[in-house]
């Protein structure tokens, strides 16, 4: 009985003071350490170019598989539009465009793994506002593809057009920009709408497929890219009204503007190369021959733009050589030479009529 | 006061003071990053327009409400479910826990089979099963409804049933009915009385005559007018639909919770003595009068409590809600508001907060309940009855 007594009222102070002294060392030795690897730009000391540089790769927050933007192929190697422009920033950085470590984030989740510095960059299919741009602590480093909002209907609905669509059932994801444009619109017209909210786009499709809902909307980009994921694709159209504007880009946490510069003039670096012909199938020839003293001051043959990045001369050049140019990569992923077949339209270089302007590299 | 005493005061003062050390270097932290990357804190974002709808509303709600108004529409969905199924899930319980008693084979077993297969299933493939599978392949589209005369619509939309509408006499009809309740119940409490002071007096048909009365009034009163659904372009332009979203969350929740309360339902009879049944059985009591004046007013004491505890996890599963776009507290609030806003702690801790209230609400009704019956032993026999 005493024993048992002793026993008892021992192993709780016993228990608790191990647990202390644990708790204590952990937090003196550990915390600190792991404060650089995770939650490293908290610190101010570190920019988020040296802690990349000293991680040896770029930590690139993805869509978890929107087919032309980022999805991972057969191999499980990540493609697509939005990844080539990860890959472009580790190309300029690292020189390598696979130094690339990759998180798939859902809507709900890209932010928040921004700004608590789970992710380096974010380039995933994100439209720039003024509430992120103030509220969210990010910034928008440039406009990757110009989009706006469509909507998705089957064939055999009679479904034509907007107007068609008083009181029908709608399908969107969670957490977006769509969500909310769809609901001004309707407001405005006075239509009745019901929404049914998804936590992805891929339910909210399968909504629509099945006929649970009467329309899918979303940015046009990505219902083209969801219809190719159908069983017959072609019992689905578009409805010809766009609704809103959603400019999608690369996105960084405020406060580091080296970080955010690096990546802007990545995608002006590639708008350029397109601009000036120089695709990653020239650009050793272009580097030695060309004349073009923007081409040679992008390459690195000349001037010293990169140091003021805090980057390597052959920055540019590697972008080219390892990713190609704006032209390539949007060919290769969402134009002619890719099931989705999405027209350049808006997205054409300024130069053939459209929105894409790179900016001077001088 | 003695050693322990003094040491388990010096434990827990100890354990206090690091839970708030903890506590202020994670606040302290957080509002050090917060406020080194401009995100705001507070919640006056509350009082800002939504903006986004929302499929299934219980009190009036548009796009231009506020998001305090959202949490209150997510929380009324959730609450809900919740209500929904736990009638359900008590329901099939007590009927299958009781099956799995039946001395017949085949009931017995088919119980058994109910109760292993469910159980061991994830309940968010319930949840899935019941939407995908069900919904959205299994059931006709909305134009090709499966029909029962005009009275019952299914389909991928959901089920729709017609709806009535209240009439002038509505009120009065409703001011009946509740009437006719009290009397019944008040009456059989009386009858409880007068058996305890061994008086017989028939009772019943007082009880059937309020029990009929709001029957024979209905088609004289006329209190409702019944609406059939009618298909337009898009919906069913009136009756009452239950969404596909809602139906998947009850109905996979109920079942699988009731597996568990089935058991409970079951340990709770055979913990019974033995001895219980036999002595009504020499009394002479029909077997459904053991079961239900004898068995199952013990049983109930041993089984309230953990049927409490799955009450409450078939509160906090209705989340699963989410991956079938049903519009509860955490879809709509941790979810859409949350992603609007940005607000990550405040939303965060206010549905942390709620889905604590709400169970802590449910385990005081529960108790309360659970303590009620226990007590009903001190009507036939106090303390100072016992001869000690």
């Known amino acids: 009985m005493i024993k048992d007594f002793l026993k008892k009222s021992l192993i709780l102070p016993i228990a608790f003071i191990v647990m202390a002294v644990l708790f204590v060392s952990c937090g003196a030795k550990e915390a600190p350490a792991a404060g650089t690897e995770t939650a490293a730009p908290v610190e101010e000391s570190k920019s988020t170019l040296e802690i990349v540089k000293e991680r040896g790769k770029i930590i690139l927050g993805v869509t978890a598989g929107v087919p032309g933007y980022s999805a991972p192929d057969s191999e499980g190697k990540w493609q697509g539009f939005d990844v080539d422009l990860g890959r472009a920033v580790a190309a300029a950085v690292l020189g390598d465009a696979d130094a690339i470590e990759y ?11 921004l700004q608590s510095g789970e992710i380096d960059l974010l380039s995933r299919v994100t439209t720039w506002t003024a509430t992120r741009d103030s509220e969210l602590g990010v910034n928008f480093a440039g406009v990757n593809y110009y989009d706006g909002q469509g909507f998705m209907v089957a064939k055999d609905s009679g479904i034509t057009s907007l107007a068609d669509m008083d009181g029908a059932t709608i399908a969107v994801q969670a957490g977006t920009t769509t969500e909310l444009n769809l609901s001004d619109y309707f407001r405005k017209q006075g239509m009745e709408l019901e929404l049914i909210t998804f936590e992805k786009n891929d339910q909210a499709s399968a909504a629509l497929e099945a006929g649970r809902a009467d329309a899918v909307t979303s940015d046009q980009s990505q219902l083209y890219a969801l219809r190719t994921k159908f069983k017959e694709p072609d019992n689905f159209i578009m409805l010809p009204e766009v609704i809103s504007k959603e400019p999608l880009g690369p996105v960084v946490r405020e406060g580091d503007d080296q970080w955010f510069d690096i990546v802007g003039w990545t995608l002006n670096v590639m708008l350029n190369a397109e601009e000036y012909g120089v695709t990653s199938a020239n650009v050793d020839e272009m580097k030695s021959s060309s004349t073009n003293p923007n081409v040679k001051r992008m390459l690195g043959v000349e001037g010293g733009v990169a140091e003021g990045f805090g980057l390597d001369n052959d920055w540019g050049y590697n972008i080219i050589k390892q990713v190609g140019n704006y032209g390539e990569s949007f060919d290769r992923n969402l134009g002619a030479g890719s099931p989705l077949n999405i027209e350049r339209g808006y997205n054409a270089l300024w130069v053939d009529g459209g929105l894409q302007y790179g900016m001077p590299v001088r | 006061m003695n050693k322990t005493q003094g040491r388990n005061i010096l434990i827990q003062t100890g354990m206090i003071l690091l839970l708030l050390g903890l506590f202020t270097y994670f606040g302290y932290n957080y509002l050090e990053n917060i406020s080194k990357r401009n995100i705001g804190i507070g919640f006056g974002f509350m009082d800002d327009t939504a903006g986004f709808s929302i499929s299934q509303t219980l009190i009036s709600y548009t796009e231009a409400d506020t998001f305090a108004r959202t949490f209150v529409i997510g929380l009324l969905n959730t609450l809900l479910a919740s209500f929904i199924g736990i009638i359900l899930t008590t329901a099939l319980g007590f009927l299958v826990g009781l099956m799995r008693m039946s001395k017949n084979k085949l009931i017995s077993i088919t119980a058994l089979v109910y109760v292993e297969t469910l159980r061991n299933i994830p309940p968010l493939l319930h949840v899935l099963f019941w939407y995908q599978v069900v919904f959205l392949n299994v059931l006709p589209p909305f134009k090709e409804s499966f029909k029962m005369g005009e009275w019952l619509y299914i389909n991928v939309r959901g089920i729709t049933i017609p709806s009535f509408i209240p009439q002038q006499n509505a009120h009065t009809y409703s001011l009946l009915i509740f009437v006719s309740i009290i009397a019944i119940i008040y009456l059989s409490l009386v009858k409880k009385r007068m058996v305890l002071r061994g008086v017989h007096k028939r009772l019943w048909p007082w009880q059937l005559l309020f029990l009929l009365l709001p029957v024979i009034a209905a088609p004289i009163m006329n209190p409702y007018d019944m609406v059939l659904p009618e298909i337009t372009k898009f919906k069913f332009s009136s009756g009452m639909t239950m969404r596909p979203e809602l139906f998947s969350v009850v109905v996979a929740l109920s079942t699988y919770t009731s597996t568990y309360i089935s058991e409970i339902v079951r340990s709770s009879i055979m913990s019974v003595p033995l001895g219980q049944l036999e002595a009504a059985k020499s009394l002479g009591f029909p077997s459904w009068k053991r079961l239900q004046l004898i068995i199952i007013p013990q049983a109930l004491r041993t089984m309230i409590p953990p049927v409490t505890n799955q009450y409450l996890n078939l509160i906090k599963n209705t989340s699963l809600g989410m991956a079938v776009a049903y ?25 942390m907060m709620t889905y604590l209230i709400i169970s802590l609400v449910t385990s005081l009704i529960m108790n309360w309940y659970n303590k009620a019956i226990i007590d009903k032993k001190g009507d036939l026999l106090s303390k100072e009855d016992i001869p000690l």
Do not use: W
């Not at chain 1, 998180?103 to 793994?113: D, I, N, Y």
């Open chain 1, 103 to 113: 998180r798939p984030l859902s809507a709900k989740e890209r932010f928040t793994a």
């Open chain 2, 327 to 351: 519009p509860d507290l955490t879809s709509v609030f941790a979810g859409t508001t949350l992603n609007q806003t940005g607000r990550a702690l405040e939303v965060m801790s206010m549905v």
